[in-house]
């Protein structure tokens, strides 16, 4: 599904080019349940940021369904990312000034799909979330678990091939994190391919493969064994 | 106490770490405050100050007192204006009164020399009966004032009292000078007292008397024949002291009754009933003299009350827009407010606080406005006054002035420091302390709310402004852009006085044909005539007519106004000859004498078209005669430019004698611009006579634009203050959206990683100031319709509902609402995304 090739992210500073993302070589499968495990400053987010396409200053080559992303316009991307991904937050990033159904409703409101169309799929989604009692209320009137239920039915309103979160249950304590992580699961089973960045073992042990990096670079892949050491790769 | 001061000094601190914000309020605070200081400055000065006299409170005046000259001719209604007969009259019973006074109701300018070998020079007096400095109570700062026993009877006592200002600029300050001769318009006059320095007389107008005489010099003064015989023609203005326990209302019967009395007694035993009638319904009004009489004051108090009102919601636009600054700058100080609660902080300690803020910062601008005032009420009074130098109204702010900016200063403080204390006082100490936590909680609508009503309001105060300011513009153009019925190219017009001048009647003829070659000689010059009053100045010569043949209906004006013109007056002038023939030299002393009607004239007595050759008489007895009519000219304008055409009449100046043979006013047409040949006229009349008093050399758009000095003061300032307002509500709408943006950086953020494109990030902000537009249009309009009625009768030549110009207000108000929000539309567009999401 998607290929990662020599991927790098840097930023300028005074100091000289400072490196996030170091010769990221990564497959993703269909289907994949995927974790990256790091300690903080690693890059783990940048990479999610990178996967999203919501940061487009990488080098390097990345392929999405044989797509040379990498060659494409910014727009184009846009577009790409608009089809295909959905983002689940650790701060949930709700907007705090529309209701659970007109924060689920958002995406749908920015792909053109009419009005009528968007109301039945968010009542099939309030649905499946079960959280159509909630439907009018305001995230403030929500507890964290619920505010980021309604994260991760935002995001995967649209049925995207490809779900992203970062940190999904860094704000929730342990029954609501279990909650999400079960859905998460449920949500793979039928085919979502997901992503997310985590700093939970228990929260890995959801997935299929954990991928750990370290100052940038990818150190461990259980799907890649063979992996070199990144020590090894920096000398 | 030491909490106040610890208020303050954080308040300074807090201004001091945004010096940007703090220039912006004071300057926008300085400007609202300050045109609100200068209009004020000036309504204190002609509305509410009183005379610098003596118990002013109890002075009263014997009506309006704004009517000025000689009349005749009385009809029903209330009077201004009395004949000295009448004054002497009531003088010696005055019952309700401790003492009544006489004043000529035109200041006379004369020549004077204050030492017989000194050039002559001119000087503004005001005749005054001898009672007149003890109703007001004013006592001489030098020497005495004139005393009942100086205007005892006609010429007997040459005195004068000198203004302070006189004696200082004119006569040396020299304490001797009491008892020094000086000769005005030839007569010697006595010296007998210096008036005190802040008294300027009992009328407040452009230009304060340079000295006082007694009313009984008047023919001596004026050199005009008698004003002070029985019978004699309605020219003083009178002022009364009450007496302690009298009412107006008891003053203005017993006034009332001796002048029904007086009237019946002057017009002789045969008075007929209607008149008798008319005479019943004269009566005199008695109004509040503390603040003397002044014909400025009728002229500028509207336009002023007017101005007030805009340059009250120019401060009100200020003060909303700095209530949404601190309102932000609130919303940022929510950790800081909490935190303060939460370590046991009062709710009212933190109000006083950023109450204190607001009131430094509004005390700041009052001085920034202070100054602007300063500057702009100098400008006001030179306008008002025409740039006269001796003028009682003065720019300097007293104590009431003072007052008044700090008290708006105070209310301006208030006003805009209430919404955020009022924010401040309602913040729930929890969720400020953990709205860092929430992803977008400083963005929510209801904290939005209050913002977007205050910008809402100033959009709708500005179209208020802009609509009033179109509706004053259009106005100044249509009276200025009307067709006035004569030539207004290249016209110069000079006032001379030959009576000032020393000529008698029997020397004009040779002294108009000097004057009319001397110009007529100089290059640059078509033409030029002379006539009694210049084109659009109606003078003040008007008599009934009685046209032979034509039987006047009961109660029909008759009243026509006169002129009397050289030959080629018409042609200079531009005033089309439609009928007949213009005045020639063949219209001469022995000739018949011969006269022009303009077309209101034609119309009202010869509605059939056949005016030339019918005569008629004309009731002033210095004119007698039969006159006939020779030729019927277009209708040209004159006096107020909003007034209907009047009934005009030419005389040929040949064939008038005596004191109407005084001719005031020459014209001259220009083949270029008239300002290039001004001197060489002043030089070529200089030739001619020397010693001849030049009184004023203007163009005709000069004269033209005397005529709409309200209209102008009003659509000048009107303008410059909705431009003020509209930049402020630009400022405010700039500077909410930007805010705005940077709160929703987050949500922007957010809403762009889920999809939403830069256009439509761009639109989202749009369209917020769109509706802030539209809401604010929807309010303006009815609110502006309102006001429109209210000045209706300024306006002329349009509709208090004018399309064109509410379209163009709204057209205007919406291009700068887009600029101002464009640009935190196109911060807002260029979130970076990843940026936004990690911005908490």
């Known amino acids: 599904m998607i290929q990662l090739k020599n991927l790098e992210r840097s930023y300028k500073t005074p100091a000289g080019q400072f490196f996030v993302l170091r010769r990221v070589n990564l497959e993703i499968q269909q289907g994949e349940f995927i974790t990256i495990m790091g300690p903080s400053g690693a890059g783990k987010s940048s990479l999610l940021n990178a996967l999203a396409l919501l940061d487009d200053a990488w080098d390097g080559e990345y392929w999405f369904r044989e797509q040379a992303v990498h060659k494409m316009k910014r727009k184009e991307r846009a577009d790409l990312a608009k089809k295909n991904v959905g983002m689940v937050f650790q701060s949930y990033h709700l907007l705090d000034d529309l209701t659970v159904r007109e924060n689920i409703d958002l995406p749908l409101s920015y792909k053109d799909i009419p009005h009528k169309l968007r109301q039945g799929m968010v009542a099939d989604t309030l649905d499946r979330f079960q959280i159509v009692a909630k439907k009018d209320l305001f995230p403030s009137q929500l507890s964290g678990g619920q505010q980021q239920l309604v994260g991760v039915a935002r995001a995967v309103i649209h049925k995207p091939p490809l779900l992203l979160a970062d940190e999904p249950t860094g704000n929730l304590h342990s029954s609501q994190a279990k909650e999400i992580m079960e859905l998460f699961r449920e949500l793979n089973q039928q085919g979502t391919t997901i992503v997310q960045v985590t700093h939970s073992e228990a929260n890995a042990a959801y997935g299929s493969r954990v991928i750990q990096l370290r100052d940038g670079w990818v150190v461990s892949d259980t799907a890649n064994p063979e992996l070199q050491p990144y020590e090894a790769v920096k000398q | ?840």
């Open chain 2, 1 to 840: 106490m030491t909490g106040l001061l610890q208020d303050i000094r954080y308040g300074l601190r807090q201004l001091r770490k945004s010096p940007g914000f703090t220039a912006v309020a004071i300057v926008s605070l300085g400007l609202g405050i300050g045109a609100n200081t200068a209009i004020f400055t000036l309504i204190n000065q002609l509305v509410l100050k009183s005379l610098p006299v003596r118990d002013p409170q109890h002075l009263v005046s014997f009506g309006k007192a704004v009517d000025g000259g000689e009349v005749d001719g009385i009809g029903p209604g209330p009077l201004d204006i009395f004949p000295y007969d009448f004054y002497k009259q009531i003088e010696r019973t005055h019952d309700p009164f401790l003492e009544i006074s006489a004043s000529g109701s035109f200041p006379v300018t004369v020549s004077v020399r204050n030492r017989p070998k000194d050039a002559a020079r001119q000087a503004l007096t005001q005749l005054v009966s001898g009672t007149f400095f003890q109703v007001l109570g004013v006592e001489a700062a030098l020497g005495r004032t004139i005393l009942p026993d100086d205007a005892d009877a006609p010429g007997r006592n040459p005195v004068a009292v000198v203004s302070y200002r006189y004696w200082e600029e004119k006569l040396e300050a020299d304490r001797s000078v009491i008892g020094r001769v000086i000769t005005i318009n030839g007569t010697s006059f006595t010296v007998i007292g210096v008036a005190p320095p802040p008294f300027f007389g009992a009328e407040l107008n452009e230009q304060e008397p340079d000295m006082w005489l007694p009313i009984t010099m008047q023919q001596q003064v004026t050199l005009q024949p008698s004003l002070l015989n029985p019978h004699g023609l309605f020219w003083v203005h009178m002022m009364g002291r009450l007496k302690e326990g009298t009412t107006p209302n008891q003053g203005k019967a017993w006034a009332t009754q001796q002048l029904q009395r007086f009237m019946v007694t002057r017009e002789g035993g045969t008075i007929s009933d209607k008149r008798r009638r008319e005479i019943g319904q004269m009566y005199i009004d008695m109004l509040p003299g503390g603040r003397g009489v002044s014909h400025l004051r009728e002229q500028f108090s509207r336009p002023l009350y007017i101005l007030m009102g805009v340059v009250v919601l120019v401060l009100a636009i200020a003060c909303a827009n700095l209530a949404n600054f601190l309102l932000a700058k609130a919303a940022a100080r929510e950790r800081e407010i909490s935190t303060r609660l939460a370590i046991g902080a009062g709710r009212w300690r933190l109000v006083r606080q950023i109450l204190t803020e607001a009131l430094l910062l509004s005390l700041l601008g009052s001085v920034a406005g202070l100054t602007l005032a300063l500057v702009g009420t100098r400008m006001l009074v030179y306008f008002v006054v025409q740039g006269a130098k001796n003028s009682a109204l003065t720019p300097n702010p007293d104590l009431t002035v003072l007052a008044f900016t700090l008290a708006v200063s105070v209310a301006t403080g208030a006003l805009f420091g209430i919404a955020p204390a009022w924010r401040a006082s309602q913040m729930r100490v929890v969720t400020a302390l953990h709205s860092a936590r929430t992803a977008t909680g400083s963005g929510i609508r209801s904290s939005r709310m209050l913002p977007n009503l205050l910008i809402a309001a100033q959009v709708a105060l500005s179209l208020v402004l802009l609509v009033g300011a179109g509706l004053f513009l259009r106005t100044l153009q249509n009276l200025r852009n009307q067709n006035l019925g004569f030539n207004r190219r290249n016209l110069l017009l000079v006032d001379f006085n030959a009576k000032l001048g020393g000529y008698k009647s029997e020397q004009l003829r040779g002294l108009y044909d000097r004057l009319l070659n001397g110009i007529r000689t100089l290059p640059g010059v078509r033409s030029a005539s002379i006539s009694g009053t210049q084109p659009i100045s109606p003078g003040s010569w008007t008599s009934p007519i009685f046209v032979q043949g034509y039987t006047p209906a009961p109660n029909e004006n008759i009243m026509t106004f006169l002129n009397r013109v050289s030959p080629s007056y018409l042609d200079t002038v531009g005033i089309p000859v439609l009928q007949g023939r213009s005045i020639g030299r063949e219209d001469t002393p022995t000739s018949m004498k011969a006269v022009l009607i303009n077309q209101s004239v034609a119309k009202h007595f010869f509605p059939h078209g056949d005016a030339i050759g019918h005569q008629f008489t004309i009731a002033d007895p210095s004119v007698p005669g039969v006159w006939r009519i020779v030729g019927i000219v277009g209708d040209a304008k004159y006096g107020p430019l909003r007034d209907e055409q009047k009934r005009m009449i030419y005389l040929p100046l040949e064939q008038l004698t005596a004191d109407d043979h005084f001719a005031y006013s020459i014209q001259v047409r220009a083949e270029g611009d008239p300002k290039n040949i001004e001197s060489e006229i002043r030089t070529a009349l200089a030739e001619v006579d020397p010693d001849l008093p030049l009184l004023k050399v203007r163009t005709i758009s000069q004269e033209v634009d005397s005529f709409v000095e309200n209209e102008r003061l009003i659509s000048q300032l009107a303008n410059f203050f909705s431009l003020i307002a509209l930049s402020l509500a630009c400022i405010g709408l700039y500077g909410v959206l930007t805010y705005n943006v940077v709160k929703r950086t987050n949500e922007i953020g957010i809403r762009m990683a889920l999809g939403a494109r830069t256009e439509g990030i761009l639109w989202m902000v749009l369209r917020e100031s769109l509706l802030l537009l539209a809401a604010g249009i929807a309010v303006g309009i009815p609110a502006t319709i309102g006001v429109a009625r209210i000045v209706r009768s300024q306006l002329f030549g349009l509709s208090s509902f004018d399309a064109a110009t509410f379209m163009t207000a709204i057209g205007a108000i919406a291009i700068v609402i887009l600029i101002a929000a464009y640009l935190p539309a196109r911060r807002a567009a260029k979130v970076d995304p990843m940026v936004a999401l990690r911005y908490e």
